[in-house]
């Protein structure tokens, strides 16, 4: 018995162990931590707005703050890290962010606020290009997809707690924001201290020639039996422009066009929320807050469940072609059908949040070990800069065009999706990291094996 548990096995084949949850456990904190901070800004604005005097462009400015940090840290942290290593920027994001987040209590002038919610964003950027990847290249194949796809809860669960934290500290006198704002650097420190001591990717050591090193973190942590031989040491080197190139250019408009076709249209529907929860008849309180933030979780993990059962490719395409009908359906019909409109929103939402799951699963997927940070780095910079375009183009097309035709136009931009998957989306399922990474569409190419022995 003990010569068959000791049978050599591949690292992609090895049983899910503490190592694992442990590693998902870190990374997962960085998705707690984003939901939480995006949350709870607009509480914070609400007193913030009289005590600084804001004007509506500073207001939209430190809304939109967190985002653009997202953008430019998952930009560039993630290219950093294909050179210097996933574990230097894993703990190097969450010192950014705790800093950050602690000095938004002293912060004087909107500007000041600005600049540090920026810095919490680029931390948060550069741990999702990371953390996605890190978690991706121990993860087992059997287990990736659930492990990947549990990111969308554990942010939902973020955003729900802000919620909560906004609701009851707001009222704790005008000051209060500044509590509600700093608070973040308590998650975000607590994950900080638990990720010292975080080994490297062996599959990127793999990746620079550094096979002793490799082979000592992944028998340490997953046992002397297992073995690393789908990784090959890479010849040239990897720049960012390659992503572009004949190699990778197909997997990085799939990655990034379905990621932002997604994210538009998620955003948008929470910018539509006040006339929708209008047109239902309810109002924005706490209660209603509650109810739907909790159609968020079934929805995400109901997400959990479609992506182990379902293709990847068939639930994505499925996914944009139910959610483009809602939003058309939605565009169609008369305000005083207000059954409808609701069942269409529930629907809506609950889908969306379950199909949310596949971002963080496709980029990590998608691209080989060489250009895996830059990759997802790449498409998750693109999905908070089209989000962010979008919601802010949203007001002026429902000034020009009205509610139904900006709906309908949210309806087109999941049709894209589909198509763009439809066309590019690859099947990844059941592969291996080595093997889910590879473009059938591009000519095969020679690799050297690396034994193990």
């Not at 950027?125 to 991706?136: E, R, W, Y």
């Not at 002026?396 to 309908?408: D, E, K, R």
Request: include cysteine; charge should be positive.
């Amino acid at each position: 018995m003990q010569q068959l548990t000791q049978q050599a096995v591949r690292m992609d084949d090895v049983p899910l162990n503490r190592f694992h949850l442990k590693i998902a456990g870190l990374t997962f904190g960085a998705h707690f931590t984003d939901g939480y901070v995006l949350g709870v800004i607009g509480f914070a604005i609400s007193q913030i707005r009289p005590q600084m005097a804001l004007t509506p462009f500073q207001e939209g400015m430190l809304g939109s703050s967190a985002l653009l940090g997202l953008f430019l840290g998952s930009l560039l942290l993630g290219w950093i890290s294909d050179y210097i290593g996933r574990q230097k920027i894993f703990c190097f994001s969450f010192v950014v962010i705790t800093l950050a987040s602690a000095a938004q209590f002293f912060a004087t002038t909107p500007e000041q606020l600005f600049w540090l919610r920026v810095l919490v964003g680029f931390g948060l950027g550069g741990d999702f290009a990371v953390g996605h990847t890190m978690l991706a290249e121990f993860s087992p194949r059997k287990h990736r997809g659930v492990l990947l796809g549990s990111f969308s809860v554990i942010w939902t669960v973020g955003y729900v707690a802000a919620g909560f934290a906004g609701h009851f500290m707001t009222a704790l006198g005008p000051e209060a924001w500044r509590w509600l704002l700093s608070s973040s650097a308590v998650p975000a420190f607590i994950i900080l201290l638990m990720r010292i001591g975080t080994p490297e990717s062996p599959r990127w050591l793999m990746g620079k020639g550094r096979r002793a090193q490799a082979l000592d973190i992944v028998h340490r942590h997953l046992g002397p039996h297992v073995l690393l031989i789908d990784e090959a040491p890479v010849a040239s080197r990897q720049r960012f422009f390659s992503l572009f190139g004949p190699k990778y250019r197909r997997r990085t408009a799939f990655n990034s066009l379905f990621f932002v076709c997604l994210v538009i249209p998620y955003f948008a529907i929470y910018t539509f929320l006040p006339s929708i929860l209008n047109v239902m008849g309810l109002d924005q309180s706490f209660g209603t807050d509650l109810l739907l933030n909790g159609l968020l979780i079934i929805g995400a993990l109901l997400g959990i469940v479609l992506t182990q059962i379902c293709s990847r490719r068939g639930f994505l395409i499925g996914a944009f072609v139910f959610l483009a009908a809602c939003l058309a359906l939605m565009s169609l019909l008369p305000g005083s059908f207000h059954i409808g409109l609701i069942a269409l929103f529930a629907a809506f939402t609950l889908m969306m949040s379950a199909v949310s799951n596949l971002v963080g699963v496709f980029p990590a997927e998608s691209f080989p070990t060489e250009v895996r940070s830059m990759g997802v780095g790449f498409a998750t910079s693109m999905s908070r800069l089209g989000s962010a375009i979008g919601t802010a183009m949203l007001p002026l097309s429902i000034v020009h065009f009205g509610m139904p035709v900006t709906t309908g136009i949210l309806a087109l931009i999941l049709v894209v999706g589909a198509i763009v998957s439809l066309a590019w989306a690859p099947e990844t399922k059941g592969l291996t990291l080595v093997d889910a990474a590879h473009d059938p569409h591009q000519r095969p190419e020679t690799h050297a094996v690396v034994s193990a022995e």
